[in-house]
């Protein structure tokens, strides 16, 4: 089943009397339970395709569809609960309320949308992540290994079938990245998850089911980047 479907879509800006042109005209769709990393130098509009996937930025043309729904058809108010309820958002700089716990941080997103807190699922995913025993710190009082593991059990929380994650591991060190992926493919099965990433590591894009470069807004898949058999 597709999960996800860009038909058309780009993104042009206005700066002054410059245009540029983020997306251009972009097609593409992702599976159900895949993993699809996007590659390619900063600034190629990779973030912004991302942005667009998950309903964080209006397109200049074309739609994109999730489950077959077209999410730019839908009221603000709306979208925004309908990414609460079916995408969860995983971001380079973790975006976590500094006067929150950790914990406070994990279950925003369960409060703002009315839901009955799973304690059982809570605690699944603290266990997943390795973060049971710091909940009721500060996120200053983390390491950004464990910031970035709130930061995806805070997107995990109301068991979204899409994950949007933009260069989830650009903060961290080398093994507290190959954890964090091991976490998150774990999570995504355990789940049964859609992921998309972006990503700048071509070893993590090798751990991708498919892989798609943007080139100064141009996407093409990748089938440059070997596959982990392992």
């Known amino acids: 089943m597709t999960v996800l479907e860009c038909d058309n879509l780009t993104k042009v800006y206005h700066q002054g ?29 990779k973030s912004t395709l991302l942005q667009l996937c998950g309903g964080l930025d209006v397109p200049s043309g074309g739609t994109v569809y999730i489950n077959g729904r077209d999410i730019y058809k839908l009221k603000s108010e709306e979208l925004a609960e309908y990414r609460r309820k079916h995408i969860g958002f ?44 710091r909940i009721h710190h500060l996120p200053h009082e983390l390491s950004g290994g464990q910031q970035q593991r709130v930061a995806v059990a805070r997107a995990l929380i109301n068991y979204p079938s899409l994950m949007l994650a933009d260069e989830p591991t650009g903060n961290l060190d ?57």
């Open 174 to 230: 080398k093994n507290s990245a190959k954890e964090l992926m091991e976490l998150l493919l774990k999570t995504k099965a355990v789940q049964h998850q859609t992921l998309i990433m972006v990503t700048h590591d071509d070893n993590i894009a090798a751990m991708a089911d498919k892989v798609y470069r943007m080139d100064d807004g141009v996407l093409s898949q990748d089938t440059k980047i070997k596959r982990y058999t392992t």
């Open 90 to 133: 995983i971001f380079q700089n973790y975006n976590l309320i500094p006067v929150f716990t950790a914990l406070e941080n994990i279950i925003m997103p369960s409060l703002l949308d009315g839901r009955k807190l799973s304690y059982p699922h809570i605690n699944e995913l603290l266990e997943i992540l390795g973060i049971a025993d």
């Open 17 to 45: 009397e410059n245009i540029i042109s983020a997306v251009k005209t972009c097609n593409f769709t992702v599976e159900e339970g895949e993993f699809v990393a996007i590659v390619g130098t900063s600034g190629s509009g």
